[in-house]
């Protein structure tokens, strides 16, 4: 049974850091690209970065800087480090996985509230 589950989400000030993570099961993940979409209130799901197996990372111009993505394939998890929080990075964000030729896999989200 495949499974993403994220975590790490929550509530913090402007300028603080939040770490999500997203652990995964029944997938090939060392051959699976990762990675993170968002989606705030009234607004369409973007991407916010993305790893491919081979450790090559994509970031949306809005967090270029701030955000690191990461890949652990020994523990099949994908990381997400998120400083210098903005109000504007409030959202749910939603691990995926995708397999080269294969639609995408999602996680339930977890919330991020940046206050300011």
């Known amino acids: 049974q495949v499974q993403l589950v994220e975590s790490g989400g929550g509530l913090v000030q402007a300028g603080g850091s939040l770490r999500l993570s997203c652990a995964t099961s029944?997938?090939?993940?060392?051959?699976?690209?990762m990675g993170w979409y968002r989606q705030a209130p009234g607004k369409q799901r973007e991407l916010v970065a993305a790893?491919?197996?081979?450790?090559?990372?994509n970031y949306a111009d809005s967090v270029k800087g701030r955000f690191t993505i990461s890949r652990d394939n020994a523990r099949s998890t994908v990381n997400l480090q998120m400083n210098s929080l903005k109000p504007e990075d409030t959202a749910v964000y939603y691990c995926y996985s995708q397999r080269p030729g294969r639609n995408k896999l999602w996680g339930q989200g977890t919330q991020v509230t940046v206050s300011s």
């Open positions: 790893i491919t197996s081979g450790g090559i990372t």
């Open positions: 029944g997938i090939i993940f060392s051959i699976n690209a």
